[in-house]
């Protein structure tokens, strides 16, 4: 395994900046995540490490080794694809080993590898098999275990479970995460899927127009969001935000059908605040007045949704209680502690210091 260092990772497409300035540093063993939307540069700043693309500035070293203009041969990188790119005229055991066998490895420690690789990931039965007489799980194990049969520093994932259906992500994306803990491995891992980007994740990158816009330990982001964009993409329903203004004591929050109790903050200025869907409580006395236009039953769960302060509104209920029905109005409350705030105008979270 090595290290992954970046520095000043700048890319153009004509005229058009797609990364602008990516400084990233990831440990040996690390798994790292890329994640955000489409057309944030991901999915590019993945390809500019595999050696696919090459950068206009900055640095690419695994380890003490410059490779910003290696050819991908030289990098001792393996790349698994959203697509799988796996060869339809050979086996899963020519697959497997023929990344080995162009580098002119012996065919009996191909045949050792191969064997060791279809083992770890409970493919043997298909080694003679065709990629068309597979799954699109199968072949996405197959398109893993050829990546592993190389034993590269650096393994390079680039959206592997986006042609998946939600059964087989979930039970692929279970056994990538014990690859990893099996082998040691450093990963990077591009995603737009939250749910990969949460478990998966060592360490999270939240992408924005080709920039990072925060990272670290996934509940770190998660629970203290740089900035609204970040607060917004990751959670599922994302969260409520409502524009409010401080009252005198300037730890009170208001805004149309809405009265909380807030971390300090300028007496009569404005703050847009954060609340998550799953922070939300059932209170006769609570400060939100949620008027219902729409309920999701979900079992277990069910989500409730309106219009607070003129904006739209989510809130998660108990499944196994009764549930409102639209036109009910919802008494609701939120600790303090989960209400996030951020500036208006900016959209940066504001310190929990009073400003």
């Known amino acids: 395994m090595a290290a992954v260092t970046l520095r000043g990772i700048r890319k153009k497409l004509g005229t058009a900046p797609i990364l602008r300035g990516i400084d990233l540093a990831i440990a040996h063993g690390e798994f790292t995540v890329l994640v955000g939307p489409s057309g944030c540069g991901k999915s590019t700043l993945l390809r500019t490490v595999a050696g696919l693309e090459e950068p206009d500035e900055g640095t690419i070293h695994l380890d003490d080794r410059d490779v910003t203009r290696a050819a991908p041969r030289d990098r001792d990188i393996a790349m698994v694809f959203q697509s799988y790119a796996l060869y339809p005229h050979l086996t899963v055991r020519e697959n497997l080993g023929f990344g080995l066998a162009i580098r002119g490895t012996a065919k009996t420690d191909i045949d050792v590898r191969v064997a060791e690789v279809s083992r770890m990931l409970n493919i043997e039965a298909l080694l003679d098999r065709y990629p068309r007489e597979m799954s699109g799980g199968q072949r996405q194990r197959v398109a893993m275990g050829r990546a592993i049969a190389r034993r590269p520093a650096v393994f390079l994932f680039d959206e592997p479970l986006s042609n998946l259906d939600a059964a087989l992500r979930s039970q692929v994306r279970v056994e990538i995460k014990r690859l990893h803990a099996g082998l040691g491995a450093t990963m990077l891992y591009v995603t737009h899927d939250q749910v990969e980007a949460m478990t998966l994740a060592d360490r999270l990158v939240v992408l924005r127009a080709g920039a990072v816009e925060q990272q670290g330990p996934p509940l770190e982001v998660y629970e203290r969001p740089a900035s609204r964009f970040v607060a917004a993409f990751l959670g599922s329903p994302a969260m409520n935000f409502v524009t409010a203004v401080m009252g005198a004591d300037g730890a009170t929050a208001t ?72 036109g009910d109005l919802l008494r609701l409350t939120v600790p303090k502690r989960a209400v996030h705030r951020f500036d208006p105008e900016t959209e940066r979270a504001l310190s929990e210091e009073p400003g």
């Open 255 to 326: 805004a149309e059908g809405l009265r909380l109790a807030v971390r300090p903050a300028l007496p009569g200025s404005k703050v847009l605040l954060g609340v998550r869907p799953h922070d939300v409580v059932p209170a006769d006395d609570g400060g939100i007045a949620l008027r219902v236009d729409v309920v999701e039953p979900m079992g277990f769960e069910a989500y409730a949704h309106g219009t607070v302060g003129g904006e739209p509104f989510v809130a998660r209920l108990d499944g196994s209680v009764a549930l409102p029905k639209p």
